[in-house]
């Protein structure tokens, strides 16, 4: 991913400081970037880390959006990660109400998120869990307790319409499957590779 590729989804956080100089007149040596404006949250707050493990599947199951918030997604480790994401659809004037409640598949990529780097998700972006590349990547992700409290309710995976989580299994809505590419394969290594992702 990249910070110009990703805007249809949301804000790429990484070494450039964005919006700077706020101007706090305490840290002479520091370049302070002001607040993401698009940045909100329902509630109380929530931050955690999770270690994401690499999987044998490459089969994406299920997309979900939360409306009352932008989730942060940031990498710590110095591991990179995939994350599938679909441009929101709810204010979409091209789309019936059945349309504007599910993802556009056409318009779901995959991006790989490089080490120390992260990003802010547009409300209502379609999005699953981070993916690990190849080795475990940490993320520190910032939540909301109610999406976090829905989530963890759960008994069993299912799709889910409350606590700011709508979570949809897509093998039910629609005919074709979302696959993350193969990672591992030679022409997508030297691809990232020369893009200078370590691997």
């Known amino acids: 991913g990249t910070y110009e590729n990703l805007k249809p989804y949301g804000e790429m956080i990484g070494n450039e400081v964005k919006q700077a100089g706020l101007g706090i007149p305490f840290y002479a040596s520091?370049?302070?970037g002001k607040n993401f404006p698009q940045f909100t949250l329902y509630g109380q707050p929530t931050c955690r880390t999770a270690q994401i493990l690499p999987k044998e599947s490459r089969s994406v199951l299920w997309l979900?959006?939360?409306m009352r918030m932008t989730q942060v997604f940031?990498?710590?480790?110095?591991?990179?990660?995939?994350?599938?994401l679909g441009a929101p659809t709810q204010d979409r004037q091209d789309l019936s109400?059945?349309?504007r409640?599910?993802?556009d598949m056409s318009d779901v990529k995959a991006f790989?998120?490089?080490p120390g780097h992260g990003l802010i998700i547009h409300v209502g972006t379609w999005h699953d869990f981070p993916v690990a590349l190849n080795k475990p990547a940490t993320c520190l992700t910032f939540n909301s307790a109610e999406v976090v409290e829905a989530l963890?309710?759960?008994?069993?995976?299912?799709e889910m319409d409350f606590g700011d989580v709508y979570k949809l299994q897509l093998c039910k809505h629609f005919t074709t499957d979302f696959y993350t590419a193969d990672w591992n394969s030679p022409q997508h290594k030297s691809r990232l590779e020369a893009g200078g992702i370590p691997l």
Do not use: L, N, T, Y
Request: glycine share 6%; charged share 30%.
């Open 101 to 103: 409640s599910r993802p």
């Open 74 to 84: 940031i990498g710590i480790s110095d591991a990179p990660f995939i994350m599938v």
């Open 152 to 158: 963890s309710s759960m008994e069993k995976p299912d």
């Open 97 to 99: 109400e059945e349309g």
């Open 64 to 66: 979900e959006r939360h």
């Open 112 to 114: 790989v998120i490089p």
């Open 30 to 32: 520091v370049i302070e």
